[in-house]
């Protein structure tokens, strides 16, 4: 079952601009982190952010979390082709070892 | 090796046979997770091992599903008297000790059932 969901389903925007894609959760999670996948193959992990931590940035990434509203965002800045891909939020829970769910993506194009 | 590997990368089988897929996670980590992701959903957990022993089985979605890995690095992903629902991309993923850190994915196994 999928923890997460993925907000919007897909996405479009021109080279340069900035994307936005929000994920939201149903139960508590230890840390949450987002994954990029290229042609439904192999998923990279982009940044991990523990529930205590309210923002994180990574390069041209920055990675909010709201575990009042079990919500988190990521912002891609500065879009370039190369991030065409799409996008997951994976939660762990707080228990136990690092069970990671998934969410159902968000599919980017960054159009040249 | 440098990253997780994964074989074939591709496997199509006929209704009813027997399939067997591999992964070589990171060299060193003790923890290696299965999961399967169907077109445009995110990938589900099938079963989590910690060295040899299967930790966590729960996503296996029925007894025709068996994993093992035998000597703590190498797991293989056995699928027996495959049907059509079966298809989909199988991850590999590992990780250092299987705490809360970061999961190192493979390319994945497309697995067709025809």
């Known amino acids: 079952s999928q923890q997460g969901e993925e907000d919007p389903q897909a996405l479009s925007i021109q080279e340069g601009e900035n994307a936005t894609m929000n994920c939201s959760y149903k139960?508590?999670?230890?840390?949450l982190q987002w994954y990029r996948q290229n042609s439904g193959r192999g998923l990279v992990h982009l940044i991990l952010i523990r529930s205590n931590e309210r923002e994180k940035h990574s390069g041209r990434l920055r990675v909010t979390l709201d575990t009042s509203k079990k919500s988190s965002s990521l912002l891609i800045t500065a879009s370039r082709a190369a991030d065409t891909a799409s996008y997951f939020c994976a939660t762990a829970s707080s228990g136990g070892y690092q069970k990671v769910t998934f969410g159902t993506g968000t599919k980017l194009q960054v159009i040249p | 090796g440098a990253g997780v590997s994964q074989t074939p990368s591709n496997k199509v089988t006929e209704k009813g046979k027997y399939v067997e897929l591999r992964c070589d996670p990171i060299s060193g980590h003790t923890a290696l997770y299965w999961y399967r992701q169907s077109l445009g959903q995110g990938p589900e957990f099938l079963i989590y091992f910690q060295g040899t022993g299967a930790a966590d089985d729960s996503g296996l979605p029925n007894d025709r599903f068996f994993a093992v890995r035998p000597e703590g690095s190498v797991s293989t992903l056995k699928i027996q008297r495959t049907e059509r629902g079966d298809s989909a991309v199988y991850l590999c993923a590992s990780s250092l000790s299987g705490g809360k850190e970061t999961q190192y994915f493979g390319p994945g196994t497309r697995l067709l059932v025809l």
């Open positions: 139960t508590s999670i230890n840390n």
